[in-house]
């Protein structure tokens, strides 16, 4: 089921199009205000967005261009504006179309259907899938390099990205240090293996919300560490 959020302020307005949307079985969210609306589109997953130009906080300009910067998803823009010139500067900024207020729900309703479609077959047909690592509130996407604690995007340096990958994607095996040092620096420790014991540190400080009671890393002592799961 594709998942749509509606950015609009005029709550019946909202709750119209959201009405006209669930019939058509889509999974629809609301937000009536401008930066709750860009918070949202930024965190979470979305399979198309519909947002009002005028809106309190942030306006629909500010929304799109911030949207544009991260995701490509369609971006349907609505507004009661209807200069030529406020058009244009919507879709300059990255979006797919724009509508002018007052419009019919089965007109919204049709171009959601369409933008949809044309989005499906360009995935389909022009990109891959990222390679992702899901476990319980980190998100690892390999293709990326990036890394999401419970939405957050958190910078990794490239040996702690890799470390970490491969405790996620080996998860309750327990490593050595030493295994750990000859898998992710490709070489015999040579009493080296602090680095692990640093790098384990660093990532922890980023992945867990007690270091000291840690939920996914797990010390084995004596042994070295696990992914827990």
């Known amino acids: 089921m594709s998942k749509i959020l509606i950015i609009e302020d005029e709550t019946a307005i909202a709750d119209l199009e959201r009405d006209y949307l669930e019939i058509n079985d889509y999974e629809v969210s609301i937000e009536n205000d401008g930066a709750k609306g860009l918070e949202a589109a930024l965190n979470h997953d ?3 967005i519909i947002l009002d130009l005028m809106l309190p ?9 911030r949207i544009r910067e991260e ?18 500067r919507g879709l300059g900024l990255g979006a797919d179309d724009y509508m002018t207020k007052p419009f019919s729900p089965s007109e919204l309703v049709a171009r959601v259907k369409a933008h949809l479609s044309r989005y499906e ?3 389909g047909s ?8 899901e476990i319980r509130g980190i998100r690892i996407d390999k293709t990326a390099r990036r890394v999401y604690i419970d939405g957050e995007e958190k910078t990794f340096t490239t040996k702690e990205f890799d ?5 996620a994607e080996n998860p309750n095996h327990v490593f050595t240090k030493e295994e750990l040092f000859r898998e992710i620096w490709d070489m015999d420790s040579i009493g080296d293996i602090a680095t692990v014991t640093v790098h384990i ?10 270091t000291a009671k840690p939920q996914y890393i797990e010390t084995i ?9």
């Open 57 to 65: 906080g942030v306006d629909g300009y500010e929304i799109c261009k």
């Open 221 to 229: 002592w004596g042994v070295g560490y696990r992914f827990k799961v």
């Open 201 to 210: 540190k660093k990532i922890r400080e980023k992945i867990e919300f007690d």
């Open 126 to 133: 022009n990109q891959k899938s990222n390679d992702m690592v």
């Open 71 to 88: 995701k490509n998803i369609p971006i349907l823009m609505v507004s009661a504006k209807k200069d030529d010139i406020d058009k244009v």
């Open 46 to 48: 979305y399979d198309l």
């Open 163 to 167: 470390l970490l990958t491969f405790l």
């Open 121 to 123: 077959r360009l995935i």
